[in-house]
C-alpha cells in the first residue's frame, strides 16, 4: 500500500472545476516536485491534503486513512504566503513549530530551556541567529519565509508540504535553503510536496515532478475545465517521465 494515495480527486468552487479527476500515489520518503501554470489548483492540490478543503469528488488517503483535520503533528506546512506568528519573536516562533508536536503545544521549564537551545541551532543554520529575539514584522520577506520553512522543519513532520517556499529568495540564499532542506530529509525521511515555478529547482530536489495541466482546453472559455497531472518525470533518472497521462486537446470551437 503506498503512502498517500489520491484517487479520482475532484475540486470545484461554485461551477468551476479546478482539479479534474487527479490520481496520484506516494511511497513514504518520496519528494515531489509540483509544477504548472498560475491558477490551475496547486495550492488547491495542497489544502486538500492537509484537509483545510473536502474534496467535491474522490478521495486522500494517507496511511490509510482520510488526511486528519486538524493541523499539527503529521504535516507540516509553509504556505505562500507567509505563515509566521507575529506576536512572537523569531526563537519563539521555532519553539512553537516543535510545541506542535507535544500534545499541549507547549514547553515549560527546563523543558523550554532546551528547546531554546535547539531552536537557536536551527537559527542558525537558517542564518537567522543575529534577529532571534526580534518580532517578524521586523524581518525582511525573504527572511520571514526562511523562519516559516525553519518553523515548519522543526516540528519534524511525517509529511511537509511546501508551496512555492523559496520564492521570496536571493539565489544565494536560495541555495542554501535547499542545502538545509535536502539534510534535514536526509535526517527525518520526511515525504515532500513542494510547489514549485522554478523547473530546475523542482527537478534538482525532486524525486518526482509531477505537472499539473488541462489536458481539456476551450480558447473560448479557459475556465471550462480543470487541470490534472499531466505528466510524472523521473527526476533522479534523467527526467524520464513514469506516465504520460493524457494529449493535450484542444475542444473544437462550435460551428
Ligand atoms: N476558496 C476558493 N474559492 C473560489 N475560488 C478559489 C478558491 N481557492 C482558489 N480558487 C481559484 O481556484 C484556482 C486555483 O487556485 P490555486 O491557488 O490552487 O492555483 P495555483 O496553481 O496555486 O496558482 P499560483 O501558481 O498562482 O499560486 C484559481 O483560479 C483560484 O482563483
Ligand atoms: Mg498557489
Known amino acids: 500500500m503506498s503512502f498517500v494515495t489520491v484517487e479520482n480527486l475532484f475540486q470545484s468552487y461554485g461551477p468551476r472545476p479546478i482539479l479534474d479527476r487527479v490520481n496520484v500515489t506516494v511511497e513514504e520518503g518520496e519528494f515531489i516536485s509540483i509544477v504548472g501554470a498560475s491558477g490551475c489548483g496547486k495550492s488547491t492540490f495542497l489544502r486538500l491534503l ?16 482520510p488526511p486528519a483535520v486538524e493541523p499539527g503533528l503529521e504535516r507540516g506546512v509553509v504556505f505562500q504566503r507567509y505563515s509566521v506568528f507575529p506576536h512572537m519573536t523569531v526563537r519563539d516562533n521555532i519553539v512553537a513549530g516543535e510545541a506542535f508536536q507535544h500534545r499541549w503545544g507547549r514547553f515549560f521549564g527546563a523543558e523550554k530551556r532546551a528547546a531554546r ?27 520571514q519565509q526562511r523562519l ?13 508540504l511546501l508551496d512555492e517556499p523559496f520564492g521570496a529568495l536571493d539565489p544565494g540564499t536560495r541555495l542554501s535553503m535547499h542545502d538545509f532542506l535536502t539534510e534535514l530529509r536526509a535526517e527525518t525521511g520526511m ?23 488541462k489536458p481539456r482546453w476551450d480558447p473560448d472559455d479557459p475556465e471550462a475545465f480543470g487541470a490534472t497531472i499531466t505528466y510524472d518525470f523521473d527526476a ?14 484542444h475542444v473544437p470551437l462550435p460551428a
Open 191 to 213: 515525504t515532500v510536496f513542494m510547489v514549485t515555478h522554478d523547473l530546475s529547482e523542482g527537478f534538482k530536489l525532486g524525486d518526482r515532478v509531477l505537472v499539473f495541466d
Open 148 to 160: 516559516a520553512i525553519g518553523q515548519a522543519l522543526t516540528a519534524r513532520p511525517r509529511i511537509l
Open 236 to 249: 533522479r533518472n534523467g527526467g524520464i517521465p513514469f506516465q504520460t497521462i493524457k494529449e493535450k486537446t
Open 50 to 65: 492537509l484537509a483545510q478543503e473536502r474534496p467535491s469528488r474522490g478521495e486522500i488517503r494517507i496511511d490509510g486513512n
Open 117 to 143: 537551545e535547539r531552536a537557536d541551532t536551527v537559527l542558525a543554520r537558517i542564518g537567522l541567529a543575529h534577529v532571534a529575539d526580534q518580532y517578524p514584522a521586523t524581518l525582511s520577506g525573504g527572511m
